[in-house]
């Protein structure tokens, strides 16, 4: 920061860009409107790049995309009234996984507050119940430090979305850069490292368990920390599972690596979870889709809890051995007590430990998820296990919400933390495409797919125009079984088949809706084109439309019905399912 | 089973809205909220009191303390505090008929009783102000009741801590500084 920047006069939007470049902020998805218009203005002759999203709820899950693949802060940007209240399915959806994203939002001039005028929104306090914290700028001279602060509180703890409210006055104003050099937030703590007495006690209850387990969440990405779990899991050698939210922070491809817990995870891991005597719980929040009936979830388990957010501790299960702190350096430290505990302690367990797993391995091999293969139709599964060869598990997969996502959790294997990115938390459909635009943006150089439904790829339709207006050469895969396949799947099972309200009877032509487009696109039905179809979407230096027709009533498993114990999953199809469609 | 929640809370904009927010989020009933400055005039001290699990106290605190804007979060609920709550009381009793004479004497040794203080007083009755716990206050509420017709404002809880708490702030943070490989090792080794 220069003496000159600081003495120089600039307007509230030019203080605002120079925040962000101190912030080291690349891109800004966003759109503009009336209130905004200044801040456009000053953005004309700006190096930061800002890219145009059609709508804007996808600059909010744009901006994810970009944070989740990165770890970097996100950064969205809307206007007053309708651009503000667009933005809000996306920020609770980062609220709901730990996102940090800064979303920037234009709001009317000062004196026009509280008055009904055009565009206006109660922003401030729409977003209080979205956001991790949010900000109204009254003045230029407040604008440096609240932006500071944003970003700083996005990122920090346990991240997530910070909205920041300026009004158009605010945006005109002049006045000057001051370099903020400290943030202040006294009421604002958060615990880094962890209690090293319940660091060295965790270590002890590992060694003097027989069957522990290790239940990985999404906390580890945020964390960073996924080498020092490796560790860990490689020191105690027993079994790991990783959320949804978690995928990745294991490879794959670990020995001791299971799958996914819960509701359509795997039967060992869900079999693991529940027959464990420890269960080492980091950076996860034992979500009701992991756990099912909580009564029945790991109910011979002693439960460790790291978590860096206290209000997580012993909020759904009872942590006997809470750890309140920063995974990545709790993780450090307790894979040294471990190392240091392991001769003495290790070798009286241990036989049993070999035990648990050999069990964990046979309940692997006895039912892996289901991979069917037909040769006349579609098998959904049959599809991730293509894009699954393809990846390696080295692409990244941005998907929606729904029967594919859960699929391509399962079977779609990823070897690095960041490359799967979906919305676990909140469940917000139209989240594929726009997130895989902000992945894409951040990672242009590697292969990024976009899988959705039929249902969800409709929902962020209008986005192909911002794919094509930037090249991002994203590989965009509709799991085309004509239904919203999860809603079916449950009136199917729960609701005597009534499909009410889920046939979805029109689709556009792939081809000719991305020729609509200027770029190419394709249908297929047979399974005969699925590689082929895949490859040549991968080949093609742009982005492609691939939308591939599934066997319509395909259904996922296993399955751990709604208030279902874990340990009691459906693994297959009950009986035929005769349609019943209105 | 209620809650009682002594806040310190930064006087920001928004800063009742986010407490409020979180509390009715989360599902715990607001029974009673009271807020006013501090000696600090930059900080407001609430008193809140929730109806909640007792299991959920902790929880309810928690929440809390991840609000921003909020210094402090203490649960006074069994903590040695001593908590008290102000109530106005019109009871009407008319002056000028006969029988009321003895009526309003008698509702003068009531307010005695129960340490009441007499603020107004007119033909019409009397405007009455008595401090005390919650019950002390339905008790007087459910005499004065006898006498005739009443209106009653409570001012909800106000609660002080017997014990004076450290108070714990976050640090100012200096713009850019990561912590260091090495104070982790210098906790590992110590």
Same mark, same amino acid.
């Not at chain 1, 939210?245 to 693991?272: C, D, E, K, Q, W």
């Not at chain 1, 039912?367 to 049959?382: A, G, T």
């Not at chain 1, 150089?445 to 976009?450: A, G, I, R, Y």
């Not at chain 1, 179809?533 to 319509?552: K, M």
């Given at each position: 920061?220069?003496?000159?920047?600081?003495?120089?006069?600039?307007?509230?939007?030019?203080?605002?860009?120079?925040?962000?470049?101190?912030?080291?902020?690349?891109?800004?998805?966003?759109?503009?409107?009336?209130?905004?218009?200044?801040?456009?203005?000053?953005?004309?002759?700006?190096?930061?790049?800002?890219?145009?999203?059609?709508?804007?709820?996808?600059?909010?899950?744009?901006?994810?995309?970009?944070?989740?693949?990165?770890?970097?802060?996100?950064?969205?940007?809307?206007?007053?009234?309708?651009?503000?209240?667009?933005?809000?399915?996306?920020?609770?959806?980062?609220?709901? &996984?730990?996102?940090?994203?800064?979303?920037?939002?234009?709001? *009317?001039?000062?004196?026009?507050?509280?008055?009904?005028?055009?565009?206006?929104?109660?922003?401030?306090?729409?977003?209080?119940?979205?956001?991790?914290?949010?900000?109204?700028?009254?003045?230029?001279?407040?604008?440096?430090?609240?932006?500071?602060?944003?970003?700083?509180?996005?990122?920090?703890?346990?991240?997530?979305?910070?909205?920041?409210?300026?009004?158009?006055?605010?945006?005109?104003?002049?006045?000057?850069?001051?370099?903020?050099?400290?943030?202040?937030?006294?009421?604002?703590?958060?615990?880094?490292? !962890?209690?090293?007495?319940?660091?060295?006690? @965790?270590?002890?209850?590992?060694?003097?368990?027989?069957?522990?387990?290790?239940?990985?969440?999404?906390?580890?990405?945020?964390?960073?920390?996924?080498?020092?779990?490796?560790?860990?899991?490689?020191? *105690? &050698?027993?079994?790991?599972?990783?959320?949804?939210?978690?995928?990745?922070?294991?490879?794959?491809?670990?020995?001791?690596?299971?799958?996914?817990?819960?509701?359509? !995870?795997?039967?060992?891991?869900?079999?693991?979870?529940?027959?464990?005597?420890?269960?080492?719980?980091? !950076?996860?929040?034992?979500?009701?889709?992991?756990?099912?009936?909580?009564?029945?979830?790991?109910?011979? @388990?002693?439960?460790?809890?790291? &978590?860096?957010?206290?209000?997580?501790?012993?909020?759904?299960?009872?942590?006997?051995?809470?750890?309140? !702190?920063?995974?990545?350096? %709790?993780?450090?430290?307790?894979?040294?007590?471990?190392?240091?505990?392991?001769?003495?302690?290790?070798?009286?367990?241990?036989?049993?430990?070999? @035990?648990?797993?050999?069990?964990?391995?046979?309940?692997?091999?006895?039912?892996?998820?289901?991979?069917?293969?037909?040769?006349?139709? %579609?098998?959904?599964?049959?599809?991730?296990?293509?894009?699954?060869?393809?990846?390696?598990?080295?692409?990244?997969?941005?998907?929606?919400?729904?029967?594919?996502?859960?699929?391509?959790?399962?079977?779609i294997r990823f070897n690095k933390p960041r490359l799967w990115i979906?919305?676990?938390?909140?469940?917000?459909?139209?989240?594929?495409?726009?997130?895989?635009?902000?992945?894409?943006?951040?990672?242009?150089?590697?292969?990024?797919?976009?899988?959705?439904?039929?249902?969800?790829?409709?929902?962020?339709?209008?986005?192909?125009?911002?794919?094509?207006?930037?090249?991002?050469?994203?590989?965009? %895969?509709?799991?085309?079984?004509?239904?919203?396949?999860?809603?079916?799947?449950w009136q199917e099972l729960f609701y005597n088949n009534r499909l009410?309200?889920?046939?979805?009877?029109?689709?556009?032509?792939?081809?000719?809706?991305?020729?609509?487009?200027?770029?190419?696109?394709?249908?297929?039905?047979?399974?005969?084109?699925?590689?082929?179809?895949?490859?040549?979407?991968?080949?093609?230096?742009?982005?492609?439309?691939?939308?591939?027709?599934?066997?319509?009533?395909?259904?996922?498993?296993?399955?751990?019905?709604?208030?279902?114990?874990?340990?009691?999953?459906?693994?297959?199809?009950?009986?035929?399912?005769?349609?019943?469609?209105? | 089973?209620?809650?009682?929640?002594?806040?310190?809370?930064?006087?920001?904009?928004?800063?009742?809205?986010?407490?409020?927010? #979180?509390?009715?989020?989360?599902?715990?009933?607001?029974?009673?909220?009271?807020?006013?400055?501090t000696l600090d005039p930059t900080l407001s001290r609430m008193t809140?009191?929730?109806?909640? +699990?007792?299991?959920?106290?902790?929880?309810?605190?928690?929440?809390?303390?991840?609000?921003?804007?909020?210094?402090?979060?203490?649960?006074?609920?069994?903590?040695?505090? #001593?908590?008290?709550?102000?109530?106005?009381?019109?009871?009407?009793?008319?002056?000028?008929?006969?029988?009321?004479?003895?009526?309003?004497?008698?509702?003068?040794?009531?307010?005695?009783?129960?340490?009441?203080?007499?603020?107004?007083?007119?033909?019409?009755?009397?405007?009455?102000?008595?401090?005390? +716990?919650?019950?002390?206050?339905?008790?007087?509420?459910?005499?004065?009741?006898?006498?005739?017709?009443?209106?009653?404002?409570?001012?909800?809880?106000?609660?002080?801590?017997?014990?004076?708490?450290?108070?714990?702030?976050?640090?100012?943070?200096?713009?850019?500084?990561?912590?260091?490989?090495?104070?982790?090792?210098?906790?590992?080794?110590?």
């Open positions: 920061m220069s003496t000159a920047m600081a003495n120089k006069l600039m307007s509230g939007s030019e203080v605002l860009l120079e925040c962000l470049v101190q912030e080291g902020v690349e891109v800004i998805f966003g759109y503009p409107g009336g209130v905004t218009l200044p801040l456009y203005d000053a953005m004309y002759d700006h190096p930061i790049r800002h890219i145009l999203v059609r709508h804007e709820a996808n600059a909010a899950f744009a901006a994810q995309g970009y944070a989740r693949s990165t770890g970097k802060t996100g950064v969205c940007c809307a206007t007053s009234g309708p651009g503000a209240t667009n933005l809000v399915t996306g920020l609770v959806d980062a609220m709901m &996984d730990s996102i940090p994203m800064v979303a920037l939002t234009g709001q *009317v001039t000062s004196k026009l507050i509280g008055t009904d005028a055009f565009q206006e929104a109660d922003t401030f306090g729409i977003t209080r119940s979205a956001t991790k914290h949010n900000f109204l700028v009254k003045k230029i001279e407040d604008l440096p430090q609240i932006l500071h602060e944003a970003f700083y509180i996005a990122k920090s703890g346990r991240p997530g979305p910070v909205l920041v409210d300026i009004p158009k006055d605010v945006f005109q104003a002049q006045g000057h850069y001051q370099p903020v050099n400290s943030i202040h937030l006294p009421g604002y703590k958060f615990v880094v490292d !962890g209690h090293n007495g319940q660091i060295r006690r @965790a270590a002890q209850m590992i060694w003097e368990a027989e069957r522990p387990y290790i239940y990985a969440g999404g906390g580890i990405l945020h964390g960073d920390a996924s080498e020092e779990l490796v560790e860990t899991v490689d020191i *105690v &050698d027993c079994p790991v599972v990783n959320t949804l939210m978690g995928l990745g922070a294991v490879p794959a491809n670990h020995p001791r690596f299971i799958s996914m817990p819960g509701m359509h !995870g795997s039967y060992a891991a869900n079999m693991g979870m529940y027959n464990a005597d420890l269960l080492i719980a980091l !950076g996860t929040r034992f979500d009701d889709r992991v756990t099912g009936r909580l009564a029945a979830f790991a109910p011979f @388990a002693k439960v460790i809890h790291v &978590d860096i957010d206290p209000s997580e501790i012993s909020k759904i299960r009872h942590a006997d051995l809470p750890i309140v !702190g920063d995974v990545k350096r %709790i993780l450090k430290r307790l894979n040294f007590y471990l190392r240091e505990t392991k001769d003495e302690m290790a070798p009286k367990t241990e036989p049993s430990r070999a @035990a648990w797993r050999t069990q964990i391995k046979e309940w692997m091999e006895e039912h892996p998820y289901d991979r069917p293969v037909s040769v006349d139709e %579609i098998k959904p599964q049959h599809l991730m296990t293509e894009i699954d060869r393809i990846s390696g598990g080295n692409a990244i997969v941005c998907t929606d919400v729904g029967q594919h996502q859960m699929w391509a959790a399962q079977l979906n919305s676990g938390g909140l469940g917000s459909m139209g989240f594929g495409m726009p997130s895989a635009m902000g992945a894409q943006v951040a990672n242009p150089n590697q292969l990024v797919f976009s899988i959705s439904g039929d249902g969800g790829f409709q929902m962020s339709l209008p986005e192909l125009a911002t794919i094509v207006s930037n090249g991002l050469p994203i590989k965009i %895969i509709v799991m085309n079984n004509g239904y919203l396949g999860m809603v079916r799947q009410s309200q889920v046939t979805l009877d029109t689709f556009p032509k792939a081809d000719l809706l991305a020729a609509a487009y200027g770029f190419k696109g394709r249908t297929i039905e047979h399974p005969r084109d699925l590689r082929s179809a895949l490859e040549e979407a991968v080949a093609e230096p742009g982005p492609f439309l691939l939308d591939v027709r599934v066997t319509p009533f395909e259904n996922v498993y296993p399955m751990v019905p709604a208030g279902g114990a874990i340990n009691e999953m459906v693994l297959g199809q009950p009986s035929p399912a005769p349609a019943g469609v209105k | 089973m209620v809650e009682i929640i002594s806040l310190l809370v930064e006087n920001k904009p928004g800063a009742l809205m986010r407490v409020t927010g #979180v509390l009715v989020a989360r599902g715990y009933n607001i029974e009673s909220l009271t807020v006013a400055r809140i009191v929730v109806d909640v +699990d007792d299991r959920l106290r902790p929880q309810v605190i928690k929440q809390m303390n991840k609000l921003i804007n909020v210094l402090q979060a203490q649960d006074h609920t069994e903590a040695p505090a #001593v908590s008290r709550e102000l109530l106005l009381l019109r009871v009407r009793a008319i002056a000028t008929e006969g029988q009321n004479k003895d009526a309003r004497t008698a509702i003068l040794k009531e307010a005695e009783i129960f340490g009441a203080r007499v603020v107004a007083s007119n033909i019409e009755g009397f405007v009455l102000e008595v401090t005390g +716990d919650p019950e002390k206050l339905d008790e007087f509420i459910d005499v004065m009741r006898s006498y005739g017709e009443i209106e009653v404002t409570r001012s909800g809880m106000v609660s002080v801590s017997l014990e004076s708490k450290k108070l714990k702030l976050a640090p100012p943070i200096t713009r850019g500084a990561t912590q260091s490989e090495e104070e982790e090792n210098g906790v590992l080794n110590g």
